[in-house]
């Protein structure tokens, strides 16, 4: 009998043990779990603080794309109204110092385009005086100008 009470007293023991070693294990398994939800919460919320803002970053990507090419058509038109401007100066030039001019400019493509905007009478007196090798590079430029306009 003595050893009944204390085969029941052990088992009792150890049910008790387990029901509070298992409590104990719910509880801390609850607060994980708290704090898991609570994470995921801030991470969601994270998430949509990420996606607003990259949504925004796009938007204002577009803005300063629209901006560059209204820009860029802007700076096209002020070169053209440059050009044009120095066609009229080299127009009003003698025929052989505004070839003597175009030759010692040394991108070749500024005198191609103050060529281009001349009047064809008054450029084609100033390529009579252009430097040959001059007169080639500029030649080819003036020839893709007039492709790319017939375009």
């Known amino acids: ?13 150890l049910i008790s043990s387990s029901t509070l070693f298992g409590q104990t294990e719910k509880k801390e398994i609850q607060k994980e779990l708290t704090k898991l ?6 991470l969601k919320k994270q998430i949509e603080e990420k996606k607003r803002l ?12 629209q901006f560059k090419k209204e820009l860029d058509t802007q700076l096209r038109t002020i070169q ?9 100066d080299f127009e009003s030039m003698d025929p052989e110092y505004a070839g003597d001019k175009l030759s010692k400019i040394k991108d070749p ?3 191609a385009y103050i060529l281009y905007n001349m009047k064809s009478k008054k450029a084609g007196e100033a390529l009579n005086f252009i430097d040959p090798e001059a007169l080639n590079k500029i030649t080819v430029i003036l020839t893709k100008l007039k492709n790319d306009k017939k375009q």
């Open 80 to 88: 053209s109204q440059r050009f044009k401007k120095l066609a009229k």
């Open 37 to 42: 939800k609570t994470m995921q919460k801030i």
């Open 109 to 111: 493509k500024i005198a």
């Open 54 to 65: 990259l949504k925004q970053i796009k938007e204002e990507e577009a803005k300063l794309q």
């Open 1 to 13: 009998m003595k050893r009944l009470w204390q085969k029941n007293l052990i088992v009792f023991i």
